[in-house]
């Protein structure tokens, strides 16, 4: 299968869904980028800050760059001219320096909360405890230039589906909680970012909207 039928396979197994595919460019080759994008695909999610500035470089300029794996504070302003979505904010110190940078760049960027949902010690993320208190900290008002439009969470690295289900079920219960009761000038609830190459399926039925997927477009390294 070439990159052009897994990128098509995937669509026809989203149909019917609300999940958007982010194809994961991680450690990919720019020339995989570009078949990606020739098949239509122009979203890519990047992991570490050097490689997705460096691909977005040159690559076409309409590609919408996600950076879904943890961000630190100092490496914000690399990536603030141009990033669609930050996925992975599991601080408010962080969003007060994507905050900083956005208003340097003239823009307002759009990041998701990360909610730690996994029952092992290997993820970032939030308690939904955290989450609450950042969504009611007097302090968030006061950011104009970002924009809070949703979760991300990574469920456990397990074969128990029945597992994945109830931590993706919970993230979205949550979503729903937080969407209804935190309607603030800075807040556009609509994004769950949940589902990675293999669970997005049980993640779509769980009402994700983004799904990040790599190995099942790209092959395994």
Known sequence: MTIAQNIADIHTQLQGTQAHLIAVTKTK??????????????????????????????????????????????????????????HSVDSFKLLQEIDKQAIKNERIIDCLLQIYIAQEDTKFGLSEEEAIE???????????????????GMASNTDNQEQIRAEFKGLKQFFDRIASTYQLPNTAWKEISMGMSGDFLIAAEEGSTLVRVGSAIFGHR
Request: charged share 20%; hydrophobic share 45%; glycine share 6%.
């Open 29 to 86: 080759p720019i020339g995989d980028l570009e078949q990606a994008y020739q098949a239509g695909c122009k979203v890519f999610g990047e992991n570490k800050v050097q490689e997705m500035v460096s691909k977005w470089e040159v690559l076409p300029k309409d590609i919408n760059w996600h950076l879904i794996g943890h961000l630190q504070s100092n490496k914000v302003k690399y990536i603030a001219p141009f990033v669609s979505l930050i």
């Open 134 to 152: 950042l969504l009611e900290s007097p302090e968030l008002k006061e950011l104009q230039n970002i924009r809070l439009v949703g979760l991300m």
